[in-house]
């Protein structure tokens, strides 16, 4: 019976296995190569940077640096280049709320699920 569970377990379809909130690129290369595949979101933040997270049937995970700080991106392209050759091909441009400042609307907290609905698709490709 074991055994047959083992088997189950190996041959589930992608994107099962969990991944921590916070995650280094190795850790994200590690679980990739596990045949795990994220919607993979780039949020754009102030001042011209970026943040990337990944979501996943468990939740969204943040990718963050050796110090365990956010990784910022001072552009699409070098989140592109980073994540192209693990074969993850696009990802969704999102921001983190969506308000009128000009007029005084309070911000309403976003669900995940509408920030994706409303993204823009970014296809990763470096040359």
Avoid: K
């Amino acid at each position: 019976m074991n055994v047959h569970v083992e088997t189950i377990e190996v041959a589930m379809s992608p994107c099962t296995q969990p991944l921590a909130e916070r995650v280094t690129f190795e850790e994200f290369s590690r679980w990739m190569a596990q045949g795990n595949n994220p919607i993979v979101e780039i949020q754009s933040i102030d001042m011209g940077y970026y943040l990337v997270r990944f979501h996943h049937a468990h939740g969204v995970s943040q990718l963050i640096d050796e110090d365990t700080y956010p990784r910022r991106f001072t552009g699409t392209q070098w989140v592109s280049r980073l994540l192209a050759p693990l074969g993850v091909t696009h990802g969704l441009l999102t921001w983190p709320e969506i308000t009128d400042e000009m007029i005084g609307l309070p911000a309403q907290p976003s669900d995940p699920n509408d920030v994706l609905a409303h993204g823009t698709r970014v296809a990763f490709q470096t040359r």
